[in-house]
Structure formats: structure tokens, C-alpha cells
């Protein structure tokens, strides 16, 4: 791996670690000497990269520091363009065409020699069997993102339909469905919801309490503890 390469990768590995990290973790990650880490540190911090940190503590990129972010390596461009060929195969029409229209962005700004990546790959991502046509789906991602709370009509397997508000916390995309991870007010407690069982949706233009990810970390510990159980 050449200097500048290597400069590139460590403070793109700087920037996806929320804590100090070691020389010697960041020697073993990118495969050279604590020596070389060392050097290329300072080299960083004279370029005017905001690193805060010393030898023997650990080193810590400053938020908000900029770093283009197309500085892809072949395989990192094949794994971008699978992704947004597979969103556009599981996804509604919106996400389609937001996954299209990166892609198009992105293959402008590479440079020519990967940009033939994009246009010349092998990797294709096969058509869904879920289904996709009247599913709100672009209504609970901006339930999602906002943290409002949902009125939904739901109809189970056996056809009968409850009312019921929710707080949507996850849209998890499978193969053959799209469950919605919610906290259920008529329950009080988490449930999952099938998208194409959802007879009827209306977001509530109210906030639900707390935050979606602190919720989530809740859902998810709960189902860790489900699973555990169901194993014991």
C-alpha cells in the first residue's frame, strides 16, 4: 500500500471509531508498524487533520471533519452497487430511484478507471418476490425519521383487523416481507407487523416519548432475551 493510500485508509479508520483508538490497533488494522502509525499520524495533524490523542493514549478524530467520501476501492464500489441494485429490487419506487440516483453520482465522481467498475460488473441482485405495489412503505420511513407515532388498522392471518396506535422504531426488509418493529399501545409492549397487512395507515403528526434509537436499543434487547429464553 503506497503512503498516500495508506494516509486515506487510517484516517478513514480514525473517522469510524467514536473512541481513542491505539497505534498499535490501528498498526494491526492497516498492517504496518506502530513506528510507521506513528509517523503518519503527525503527517495528518500537519495536513490540518483535527486528530486529538498521544502515544500510549489512543487517537481520536474530531467531529466534523470533512473527508471526500469517493474514495472507493474497487471492491467497495462492486459492494455499493449490489446494495443499490438490491434496494431496487426490495424497496418502493421512491428508494428505487434515490439507489439510481446515486449510483449516477457516484460514477461521476470517481475516476474513469473506476468508474468502469460500475459500468462493467458481474454482480447483480435478483428479483424480489415480496411484494411491493400499495405498500405505504414511504409513509413509515418518514414516520421513522420524524419519530411519529402511527394509527394503523391491521389485519392478522386470519383476517380479523384491530386498530391500533404504534411508535415505529425499525423497518426490517426481507425476503417475501417487510416487517415493522413498533411499540404497541393496545398491547403495551413490542410487536412486529407485516407492511402488507396493513389495512389502513395514518401518521399522527405526534412525537412519541423518548427518542427512536433509545427505543430500539430496548426492542432489541428484548428480543435478544425472547430468543434467549425460547433456546434455554
Not at 18 to 43: K, M, N
Not at 84 to 91: K, N, S, Y
Not at 142 to 147: G, I, Q, V
Not at 158 to 171: A, D, Y
Amino acid at each position: 500500500m503506497q503512503r498516500a493510500e495508506r494516509l486515506i485508509v487510517l484516517i478513514d479508520t480514525l473517522r469510524r471509531h467514536r473512541w481513542p483508538v491505539t497505534a498499535g490497533a490501528l498498526s494491526e488494522q492497516l498492517g504496518v508498524s506502530t513506528r510507521t502509525i506513528y509517523r503518519d499520524i503527525q503527517s495528518l495533524i500537519a495536513l490540518g487533520a483535527p486528530i486529538d490523542g498521544e502515544a500510549g493514549v489512543g487517537y481520536l478524530l474530531r467531529k466534523g471533519f470533512f473527508m471526500p467520501p469517493l474514495m472507493f476501492s474497487p471492491v467497495e464500489l462492486e459492494a455499493l452497487l449490489l446494495g443499490a441494485r438490491w434496494v431496487g429490487q426490495q424497496g418502493d419506487e421512491e428508494l428505487a430511484d434515490a439507489a439510481n440516483s446515486a449510483l449516477d453520482k457516484i460514477a461521476t465522481a470517481v475516476p474513469p478507471t473506476l468508474r468502469e467498475v460500475l459500468e462493467d460488473t458481474g454482480l447483480w441482485a435478483g428479483p424480489s418476490s415480496a411484494p411491493r405495489r400499495g405498500e405505504p412503505l414511504f409513509v413509515l420511513r418518514r414516520a421513522l425519521r420524524e419519530e411519529l407515532k402511527l394509527r394503523i388498522v391491521y389485519r392478522d392471518v386470519e383476517g380479523r383487523e384491530t386498530e391500533r396506535t404504534v411508535w415505529p422504531l425499525t423497518l426490517a426488509f426481507f425476503e417475501g416481507a417487510r416487517i415493522l418493529a413498533a411499540w404497541c399501545e393496545l398491547r403495551e409492549d413490542f410487536r412486529h407487523f407485516r407492511t402488507d397487512r396493513i389495512a389502513e395507515l395514518r401518521v399522527m403528526e405526534e412525537s412519541y416519548p423518548g427518542s427512536r434509537r433509545l427505543l430500539a436499543q430496548r426492542w432489541l434487547q428484548a428480543e435478544r432475551q425472547r430468543r434467549s429464553r425460547k433456546e434455554s
